[in-house]
């Protein structure tokens, strides 16, 4: 009894762990919910973009983010 449930588990799992690589992207007509306003990531793309300047030109390390010049925000 045990050694069948034991069996019946491991098959149960190895298709729930096959199953799990089904999904093969987004179809072409789901691509319409995820361009929506709310599924964007940044609700205010040029704030951010002007953020992240001001951030990354005060990094003296770092050149910011595909800017040209260094820390002292030139470009």
């Known amino acids: 009894m045990n050694r069948v449930l034991?069996?019946?588990?491991?098959?149960?799992?190895?298709?729930?762990?096959?199953?799990?690589?089904?999904s093969l992207g987004v179809k072409p007509w789901e691509r319409d919910l995820l361009a929506e306003k709310a599924m964007?990531?940044?609700?205010?793309?040029?704030e951010s973009a002007y953020d992240d300047h001001i951030y990354f030109s005060k990094e003296a390390s770092s050149g910011g983010r595909s800017f040209g010049g260094g820390g002292c925000g030139c470009n």
């Open 6 to 22: 034991i069996i019946n588990l491991l098959i149960l799992g190895s298709l729930a762990f096959l199953g799990g690589c089904a």
């Open 40 to 46: 964007q990531g940044d609700p205010n793309p040029i």
